[in-house]
């Protein structure tokens, strides 16, 4: 892998739009080509050099292409959009539709990540390690196709419509989530190891899709009907693979614990499942 | 001289059968109108802003359009505003200065029905115009809205007392429903009153559609509402000839929000499979559907609109006025028929303080008193003719009454006048 460093020249107010922040626009480039690379700021056109110290070396195919973004960038968007290999690393918060409909490749965030983080996704990892916004891997308004694949992982607390209208894919909470989870889902599974907001699963159709609610649940919505109490075994499976490839370690302790099913959104005749671990 | 069937600029009814006399250009009587119309069209002269002003000091007409046109071709992300209390041709003039400036353009729909419109794109409408709730409806559900309070005529000329051609029996053939938190005007009108507790018509609005499927829930009470009730209030929903929910910003500013829309429409499409029911919006300004409507033909989006890439993008929460002014993210103004000064949260007020601001208005607002540029202009539907939409995106046309005082033109004209200078800036 080779590493292109781009330091942001301090916070901006008005945001950047740097799509342009991928290894598949970044790879096979020269670093002038790079540095003219083209964001958006209001209304006027810039390059990414206005705005970022570039440095490092450029691969020449983007699989092999490393970028870390070593600063805060909370002011930046689209980090990373549409990306479908190679690797981003940003120090520090990364602004709105970070990894937005990326297909594949990695995203690691240090700092929080605001809104519409991995809107759409369809492929690769993308890592928080702080707290992320709404909408985390939503469908964009008007949109019936969510996250349709890949993974997302965030270590501290996320805001409401986590996964709205999600297809498929996984996404991993191990801190609180907001409001609305997994509304609209349509398949895909999330694991919330903290507490899960009010209002989970709401007009859930299921297609095989699941919440797992490892920290309890505030409140189930009147349209989720309590099915039985079991200990399932695709969920070991599950909880071995977060421990052993992706590092989650306080998914082993839940392994053998059983969890309550509940079933619905009875109010769109969904099928979908709320699995509640037991308390130990 | 007398006007007949004047529309009324005021609220989402749009009530069209006002009598107006006008002598020596002055507005002297007026029948039909509600108390707010009234006081409407015959103080329209009073406290009305003469001439234009820059940095609070009066300018000619001239001046004041080339600082505004000096503070737009400047900026970097300028914000359009406001735009529901105006008729569409200035609408559609505010969406073209927001793509020459590559601004963003957003209307008040974005605190009151914004969630609606979210909810609609999301999941699709069933709808009707208020003739054929008039007609028709044997059945009126209020969630969330109190006409006796915001639509006063609203209950008299098109939802509960009014006779229509299969609705003969007025007021006696209709079961007048009431979902609120607590007693209103409306709720004293109604046959029944359903109390829920607060932030909890998301959960009611599930169940009565669980129980409308035929689902049994396995719960003793939803929302405060207790089990045997929903199961009547589904019962009788579904026993009507034609039901219709007018929601309001009960349920789209509640916990929830366009959640709340998105559940009320899977009620009502659940309810279609038994019965004709229908839910229209009680939009509130006269003209934020007609805001809504010229901005979707314009751009393809109803509101939260950025230009600043050359073509229209849609983001309601990143392009919507509220979080823009609150995160501090533009750097100019353009305020249209509206107060966001007064009914904005203090974070966003107070930012429109601290950058250019062009305000277009009849009279001293709080907004006026911290625009850097204020532009005075004629009150459409009084002073200026155009079309506006009704809360059930029904157009109509505004009539001209009076002349407006001299020197001062429509929002249309005004507009105008910025977007000309705007195009010779960028040549």
């Known amino acids: 892998m080779r590493k292109l460093v781009l330091k942001p020249k301090g916070f901006s107010k008005i945001p ?91 995203i690691t965030v240090t700092g929080n990540i605001a809104d519409w983080t991995g809107a759409e996704m369809k492929g690769g990892l993308l890592r928080v390690l702080g707290d992320a916004g709404n909408l985390l891997g939503a469908a964009y308004r008007g949109s019936s196709d969510g996250m349709t694949g890949g993974c997302i992982v965030v270590n501290g607390s996320v805001g409401s419509e986590v996964a709205s209208f999600m297809r498929r894919g996984m996404i991993v909470v191990l801190g609180d989530t907001g409001p609305f989870t997994g509304v609209h ?52 499976l599950y909880l071995r693979q977060l421990a052993g490839n992706l590092g989650i370690d306080v998914a082993t302790s839940y392994i053998d614990k059983p969890m309550r099913r509940y079933r619905g959104d009875l109010a769109v005749g969904g099928n979908a499942e709320i699995l509640v671990a037991e308390k130990a | 001289m007398e006007h007949v069937d004047v529309v009324c600029p005021f609220c989402g009814c749009l009530c069209d059968d006002l ?51 000096e503070i737009l071709s400047n900026a970097r992300r300028p914000l359009i505003y406001g735009l529901s209390s105006t008729e569409c041709g200035a609408i559609s003039k505010a969406v073209e200065i927001g793509e020459v400036t590559g601004g963003i353009v957003d209307n008040t729909a974005s605190v009151c029905h914004g969630p609606t419109i979210l909810a609609l794109q999301q999941v699709g409408e069933s709808k009707a115009t208020l003739g054929e709730a008039r007609n028709r409806a044997d059945m009126v559900v209020f969630w969330g809205s109190n006409p006796t309070a915001a639509h006063l005529r609203h209950i008299v000329r098109y939802s509960v007392m009014p006779k229509g051609m299969y609705s003969t029996e007025g007021r006696k053939g209709r079961k007048v429903i009431v979902v609120d938190v607590r007693q209103t005007g409306t709720t004293r009108l109604a046959d029944k009153f359903v109390k829920i507790k607060p932030n909890s018509d998301f959960e009611l609005l599930q169940a009565l559609r669980a129980t409308v499927r035929g689902d049994e829930l396995p719960v003793d009470e939803v929302s405060g509402v207790p089990m045997k009730e929903i199961k009547e209030l589904a019962e009788e929903m579904k026993n009507c000839k034609f039901g219709i929910v007018f929601f309001g910003l009960g349920l789209t500013q509640s916990e929830g929000r366009h959640m709340n829309i998105d559940a009320a429409v899977g009620l009502v499409s659940e309810l279609n499979r038994h019965t004709k029911f229908v839910l229209t919006p009680m939009r509130g300004h006269y003209n934020v559907a007609g805001a809504n409507t010229v901005a979707t033909w314009q751009t393809g989006y109803p509101y939260a609109i950025d230009f600043s890439k050359g073509y229209p993008r849609y983001n309601p929460g990143e392009f919507t006025a509220v979080d823009l002014l609150a995160s501090g993210e533009v750097d100019a103004a353009m305020i249209i028929a509206s107060d966001p000064a007064a009914t904005f949260p203090a974070d966003a ?44 995106g029904v157009p109509l046309r505004l009539s001209k009454l009076v002349e407006p005082p001299k020197g001062i033109h429509s929002d249309e004209k005004v507009l105008d006048m910025i977007l000309e200078g705007l195009k010779e800036v960028a040549q």
């Open chain 1, 16 to 106: 950047i739009e740097a799509e342009v922040i991928s290894p598949d626009i970044i790879g096979g480039k020269t670093l002038p080509e790079v540095k003219a690379l083209s964001v958006q700021y209001g209304n006027k056109v810039h390059s990414l050099s206005e705005f970022f110290d570039v440095g490092g070396r450029i691969a020449k195919t983007p699989d092999e292409q490393d970028i870390v973004v070593d600063g805060d960038a909370s002011h930046v968007k689209y980090i990373g959009k549409g990306m479908t290999t190679g690797r981003i690393v940003v120090q520090g918060d990364a602004g709105m539709h970070t990894g937005s409909q990326m297909k594949g490749g990695s």
């Open chain 1, 185 to 236: 889902m349509n398949g895909g599974e999330i694991f919330v190891f903290g507490k899960v907001g009010r209002r989970a699963g709401a007009q859930a159709k299921g297609n095989g899709g699941f919440i797992a609610c490892f920290g309890g649940i505030d409140e189930l919505l009147p349209t989720y009907r309590y099915d039985t109490t079991f200990t399932p075994t695709f969920m070991r």
């Open chain 2, 19 to 69: 009598e107006i006399t006008v002598e020596e250009g002055h507005i002297t009587g007026i029948k039909n109108a509600c108390a707010v119309s009234r006081s409407k069209f015959l103080n329209h002269g009073s406290h009305r802003i003469t001439s234009a002003a820059v940095d609070g000091k009066k300018a000619s007409m001239k001046k004041a359009v080339k600082e505004a046109v």
């Open chain 2, 349 to 392: 007020a107070r930012h429109l303080a601290k950058i250019p601001t062009i305000t277009l208005e009849q009279k001293t607002t709080p907004t006026t008193m911290l625009s850097k540029v204020v532009l005075p202009v004629a009150t459409a539907g009084v002073e200026a003719e155009g079309t506006a939409y009704r809360m059930d």
